[in-house]
């Protein structure tokens, strides 16, 4: 079916079709989300959202981000989505979905294309190492909503004369999303959050 499998960037109009994709990838959204969603990705400049069809429907999908480190003299792409539609999944979407982010991050100067996937998606890494990816390393996460609100709740609580506080930064790398935050008198403070990494599954 690879022959017959059209990827484009998604549109707004496809927001139905393309929550449905993330509900089967395990992360369901409002179809009214996903033009906001979109539109923020394009903002960035350096992020983008494929679809791909087949008989004359969205079967599959794809997010990807292009990012500078510091650690490598070149660009790194990460898939940071990848989903088919169940039914059709071993039919040749998915290899056409890494296909299309594969030049696409080619044409940003990449030399690499990285990707994380959930323990649960027990077929994803014979799927992936097919495409000829390498198993280089482990993925930790950490949920950040409650160190996020402690955040802003000691930030309500300063005295006021701290209004006019100097900001220090601190660069901070992460393979998935993180935050680290310091508060220090007479005050400094830096929030850092990675890109948001989303599980794949093709």
Known sequence: ???????????????DAVAEQLG???????????????ARLRARGEAETFVALAEHRIVGLATVHA??????????????ALVVSPEIRGRGVGRALVGVVERWAAERGADRLVLTTALHRAEAPGFYERLGFEHTGRRYARRIAALVAAFFMVL???????????VRERR???????????ITPPFAARLSLAPPVLNVQY
């Open 1 to 15: 079916m690879s022959d017959d499998v059209e990827v484009r960037p998604a549109r707004d109009e496809d927001a």
């Open 156 to 166: 309500t609580a300063l005295p006021i004369s701290y209004a006019h506080a100097q």
């Open 24 to 38: 089967h990838l395990g992360y369901p959204a409002s179809p009214a989300e996903i033009p906001a969603r979109l």
């Open 172 to 182: 901070v790398s992460f393979d998935s999303a993180g935050l680290i935050f310091e």
């Open 67 to 80: 990012r500078d480190v510091l650690h490598h003299a070149r660009p790194v792409v990460q898939l940071t």
